[in-house]
């Protein structure tokens, strides 16, 4: 996924805003397509750990009871869709 241009324009303005940094546009759109693939990344991984607990029959995970119950509430969801 590409960041359109209105979200750099805006990533360019929190940043200046809250660090007192001006970025330019390509700081900005290189920024911004990193934390696009990045929240991409840990999507698929969660993606993958609701399968898995799914295809378990609700199998503990290694991360413990918080991230279980996480687990528990998505298969939940997906199961309905």
Do not use: C
Request: hydrophobic residues 35%.
């Amino acid at each position: 996924m590409i960041p359109s241009k209105k979200k750099i324009d805006e990533l360019k303005e929190l940043v200046k805003r809250e660090f007192g940094v001006e970025w330019t546009d390509r700081d900005a759109s290189d920024a911004a397509y990193n934390l696009v693939n990045y929240y991409d990344a840990l999507m698929r991984f969660a993606g993958e750990d609701i399968q898995k607990y799914i295809d378990t029959g609700g199998e503990p995970s290694f991360a413990g009871p918080d991230y279980d119950k996480w687990l528990s509430e998505q298969a939940e969801i997906v199961k309905k869709i």
